[in-house]
């Protein structure tokens, strides 16, 4: 069996001057109200309040092999919910989380990709890739991280 690769994805907190208004899963589409953690940034890490599971910021960000971290904004919550009611409920769990601002995963031989989304519908989207120590993960106050794992997302 082979060993798992392990990787901790850095996080950069924007100093915004005015925050989104707080909101919680109950504002994201269904499909995406079922993550493994999730966790909603404040503006320092003593700050964040965790949503779902026990893990905190930045043991959410420590992902292996099948896990994928989606950053989720007020608007892009808006969005993806205003599509899955446009969709009469039955957009698919991918389609959803095209919304997210960011979407990062890790693949099976080790190798990290950060997709920039926002744009549902343009079209592929191609993965940022890099070293490993160079991704940062980049997030505003009351941006909502959320990680599922077993996700089968073509690109990576």
């Not at 997210?100 to 989304?117: E, F, N, S, T």
Request: charged content about 25%; proline content about 6%.
């Amino acid at each position: 069996m082979a060993s798992r690769t392990k990787v901790e994805i850095a996080i950069e907190r924007a100093k915004a001057a005015q925050s989104a208004a707080t909101f919680g899963m109950d504002d994201l589409p269904p499909l995406l109200r079922k993550p493994v953690a999730a966790v909603r940034l404040g503006k320092t890490e003593k700050s964040d309040e965790v949503l779902v599971g026990k893990k905190d910021a930045k043991g959410l960000l420590t992902i292996q092999s099948g896990h994928t971290i989606v950053n989720f904004g007020r608007s892009e919550t808006t969005w993806a919910a205003q599509h899955n009611r446009r969709r009469a409920g039955k957009a698919p769990f991918l389609e959803l989380v095209s919304f997210a601002r960011q979407v990062v995963g890790l693949a099976d031989d080790g190798r990290v990709a950060v997709l920039l989304m926002g744009h549902p519908g343009a079209g592929p989207v191609n993965p940022i890739w890099g070293p490993r120590e160079d991704l940062v993960i980049s997030c505003q106050p009351n941006d909502i991280l959320l990680r599922y794992d077993n996700i089968e997302i073509d690109l990576w």
